[in-house]
């Protein structure tokens, strides 16, 4: 007795076509900079990077913005350790599963960060840069990578919102040196 056998199968087709209305997005993003000055006062380096906002960052800003009831919000700078090369940021990252360490050759914990009025442009720009954070480099010193910006001022309790590596790779500082740090944060409807 001969069996029969039946197949389904499927067929998809995609395409792409511009509407002639218009689609309005937005568009977020952060700068960290970091200014490295000697025991003296004189600055040894600077380096300007951009960071990634991760998933748990971006869900804080929605449910903050969008739902919020009487959201007062503290946020706190801290620095990556080095080597930048072998470290990897990830959309999924938190503070409490990441792949990389906190550098804390530092004294004190984390800088709480001093936001200034956003401005009322587009796109509207905040940062801490009236304020920067400063951190005085104790110990032996260190290798640092990047910098991060969560809502703890130490622990992996808290939210992470962004995390980023230099651009110039790695940077030694040494016992005295003083890191400044700006974190600047656009918001762009483009």
């Known amino acids: 007795m001969p069996i029969a056998k039946s197949t389904m199968g499927e067929t998809v087709q995609a395409g792409v076509g511009k509407s002639s209305q218009e689609q309005e ?3 977020f993003g952060g700068v960290f900079t970091v200014t490295c000055f000697d025991a003296d006062g004189n600055q040894k380096w600077v380096d300007e990077f951009h960071n990634l906002v ?34 990897t940021y990830n959309a999924t990252d938190t503070l409490a599963s990441k792949s990389w360490t906190e550098f804390t050759n530092y004294t004190g914990s984390r800088k709480l960060v001093s936001f200034g009025t956003a401005t009322n442009a587009d796109p509207s720009v905040i940062s801490n840069s009236a304020s920067q954070a400063a951190y005085t480099i104790s110990g032996g010193g260190g290798t640092v990578a990047g910098a991060f910006l969560c809502t703890v001022a130490s622990g992996t309790s808290g939210i992470l919102f962004s995390e980023g590596n230099f651009t110039g790779g790695d940077k030694i500082v040494a016992a005295g040196d003083t890191l400044n740090v700006t974190y600047t944060f656009n918001a762009d409807a483009v």
């Open 25 to 27: 997005h937005g568009g």
């Open 54 to 87: 991760v998933n748990v960052g971006l869900q804080e800003l929605n449910t903050q913005f969008f739902k919020g009831s009487g959201y007062t919000a503290a946020w706190y700078l801290g620095l990556v350790t080095g080597p930048g090369s072998g470290v």
